[in-house]
């Protein structure tokens, strides 16, 4: 009888959850099914990174209102790496306004790798920020009185971001120092071109930190939710970034987030999107939710195999591309309102 009732209990326990989360079951099966694809590499040429499981997949959605639904192992951190680079420019922006931002770092696309060591010939600007020598000019960028203040505004962002404290792995960072040499002989040229000032050795540290913090892919979503948001954190309800400078972070995000892919995801994901070497990648649709994804195994562009492939499902299937004009399909947001039970 005891155990009669018990199972009963489960079967509706079930029902209740497949009927009030078809958008879990919706994810549960694209993560079962892309947890399949083996292919890609870990990155190794930052040694810690080489670390990483390979096996590990988390996938993570929050809406601008902060709804979050997750499958897989969204839980597990992993360091931010070039996913930092948006929201570094946009505090480089808070700090300084757009147009003298724009007179250190363009925001023009590149055809050249992300560590390509090359300026604009004719500005001495590196191309965007969203590559290595443009993010190092944007860390330099980032004001405080000294260098612990500029690291704790740099923290502090991400955990506005977050809605959590969070930490730079160490052992991350020293890798990434002692190995970064290309990086070191960009801030050299820029330097060499008085593109960077006197504190260009601090700027490579502060970008060598930021790419160590440590996130997860649930953190990833609710900082794309932030962004969705108009710079808002929808769990914490702060303010992680004025409004009229979100602008700047997404369009740049279209245009450059996804190193040597971009144009190609611009044209068939359509979302605004960044990744970084580590297999995270954070992806924006304004005003509805932000997508974090995390595999750490890269293709042959340095984008996460499983990521893009969930990305493009997940645009196709919800019609989520940003000039998607006459999509019929299944709505997002009525499954997360599903959820809501309204
Ligand atoms: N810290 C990495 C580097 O500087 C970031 C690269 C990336 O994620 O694209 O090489």
Request: glycine share 10%; with cysteine; hydrophobic share 40%.
């Amino acid at each position: 009888m005891a155990e009669e009732s018990s199972h009963e209990i489960d079967m509706l326990l079930g029902r209740m959850k497949s009927a009030t989360s078809p958008l879990r079951e919706i994810l549960r099966e694209l993560h079962s099914r892309l947890s399949g694809n083996h292919a890609g590499t870990v990155a190794d040429y930052i040694p810690e990174l080489a670390t990483a499981n390979p096996n590990s997949f988390g996938l993570a959605l929050c809406t601008a209102d902060g709804q979050i639904v997750e499958v897989g192992d969204c839980g597990t951190q992993f360091t931010i790496q070039s996913v930092s680079k948006p929201f570094m420019f946009g505090l480089a922006i808070e700090d300084h306004g757009v147009d003298h931002v724009l007179t250190k770092v363009g925001v023009e696309p590149t055809g050249e790798a992300f560590n390509a060591i090359v300026l604009d010939e004719v500005s001495n600007r590196p191309y965007n920020p969203m590559v290595n020598a443009g993010a190092i000019a944007t860390a330099d960028l980032i004001q405080g009185k000294d260098y612990p203040e500029r690291v704790k505004r740099m923290v502090d962002l991400f955990s506005k971001f977050c809605g959590r404290d969070v930490f730079v792995d160490n052992s991350v960072f020293m890798s990434e120092r002692l190995t970064g040499h290309r990086n070191r002989a960009m801030a050299h040229l820029m330097r060499n071109f008085g593109m960077m000032g006197e504190r260009f050795e601090e700027a490579l540290e502060l970008y060598f930190q930021q790419c160590s913090i440590l996130v997860t892919a649930h953190d990833l979503a609710i900082m794309g939710a932030t962004l969705a948001n108009g710079g808002v954190n929808p769990i914490t309800k702060t303010r992680a970034l004025q409004s009229e400078n979100v602008k700047y972070l997404l369009s740049i995000m279209m245009t450059c987030g996804m190193y040597d892919f971009a144009g190609e995801w611009a044209f068939r994901v359509g979302i605004p999107a960044k990744s970084g070497v580590a297999g995270g990648i954070v992806a924006v649709v304004p005003g509805v939710l932000g997508i974090g994804l995390y595999s750490p195994r890269l293709d042959a562009k340095g984008n996460s195999v499983r990521g893009v492939e969930a990305c493009k499902e997940l645009s196709q299937r919800f019609g989520l591309h940003a000039f998607e004009s006459h999509f019929s399909g299944e709505k997002l947001m009525d499954l997360f309102a599903l959820k809501r039970g309204r």
